[in-house]
Every structure is written in C-alpha cells, then in structure tokens.
C-alpha cells in the first residue's frame, strides 16, 4: 500500500502490545506509513509486559516517526489529513466508551474524532475484559457508526473470563485494506 499511512493508535491493553507491534510491522513491511498514537497510559506505564520507554523506542524504529501522545499533536490528524486510515489496536473498553458517547480526553480519542470529522475510516482492534458486559454497548453503538470498522473478534477465554473479548490482531491487515474500501471484514464475530 504505498504511498498511504496508516495512524497507529494504541491503548492501555498491555498484555496485546507484542501483538499489536507484529501487526505495526506487517503494515510498514506491506508498504504502508505509520503514524504511531498513545493513550497516556499506553505511553508512560511500566508493567509486567515491558518498560514504556523501550515500548516507545520500538515504535519509532518500526514507524520512523516520533509517537504522538498529547491531545495537542493529536487534533492536527484530521485537518492536515495526516492518515489515509486509522487503527485503533488494542482499543479498550475504556476508549470504546469514550468514542461512543464523543468524550475527547487522549490523544487517541482526539486522534479518532479528528479522523472522523474527515469522513476517513477507523478501525477498532478491540481488547476488552466487559466487552459482553458493560463495554457491549458500546461496541454495538460503535459497530452502527459511520466509517468506523472492527477487526473480526471474539471471546479469548469463555471459562475464566467469559465477558472478555480480543480482535484477531492476524486479521488487521485485511480489516484496513476492507476499510479502505469502505467494507466491514467478515465475519465479525469469529
């Protein structure tokens, strides 16, 4: 896909960030351009799943481009028409109900409606303990939105966790270039 970019958003769903990465990679290895986004937790929190600074620096190799993570860098991404596409992956429950009900308080919420209000499509690679709990909602309001679209997910662990939901992160790929083309990949439940 040369000669699109794609903005890489990422949130606070630690334990998918190595998953997340491998597609960042597949992205720029198929020839898009990363833009890298982070939630504020995404970008300052050190936890079991690795140093946030290493994180970031792994980012910016693989991108080429520092990673935006204020609101302020943000909002430019819709207006200068800084992305062909927008990947949230992972998208947390917390950030799926911040965009279903318009709350703009990261830098990947403020990356999204700043997309958005250019008509341009956003993925969701979603990666939620509640998403058959409360966060379900959200993601069928979200799924009844113009221009957004959901990497084909389901339940990770019906015994231990059975309202948990995770994205088939294998599957970014062929849900952007779907998006691109204004089509949801399906199935979307898998």
């Known amino acids: 896909m040369k000669g699109k970019t794609v903005g890489f958003a990422m949130c606070g769903s630690f334990c ?14 198929t020839g898009f351009d990363i833009l890298p986004i982070m939630s504020f937790n995404a970008y300052n929190t050190d936890t079991r799943f690795g140093k ?3 994180i970031i620096s792994r980012i910016e190799v693989i991108s080429q481009n520092h990673v935006i993570h204020t609101i302020e860098d943000a909002e430019p991404i819709g207006p200068k028409k800084l992305c062909d596409v927008l990947l949230v992956a992972p998208c947390t429950g917390n950030t799926l109900g911040k965009l279903s009900l318009g709350i ?15 008509n341009r499509p956003v993925v969701l690679s979603i990666a939620t303990n509640d ?5 379900a909602a959200n993601i069928g309001n979200l799924m009844n939105t113009k221009n957004i679209y959901f990497v084909p997910f389901s339940q990770d ?3 231990k966790k059975p309202k948990s939901l995770v994205s088939h ?13 204004g089509r949801q990949l399906q199935p979307v439940l898998r």
Request: hydrophobic share 45%; no cysteine.
């Open 16 to 29: 998918t960030f190595k998953k997340a990465i491998e597609q960042m990679e597949i992205l720029r290895d």
């Open 104 to 118: 703009t308080d990261t830098p990947v919420t403020m990356a999204v409606k700043s997309h958005l209000r250019i």
């Open 52 to 54: 946030s600074a290493e």
């Open 157 to 159: 662990d019906p015994e």
């Open 169 to 181: 992160f294998e599957l970014v790929y062929e849900a952007v270039l779907n998006a691109l083309e």
């Open 131 to 135: 998403g058959l709990g409360a966060s």
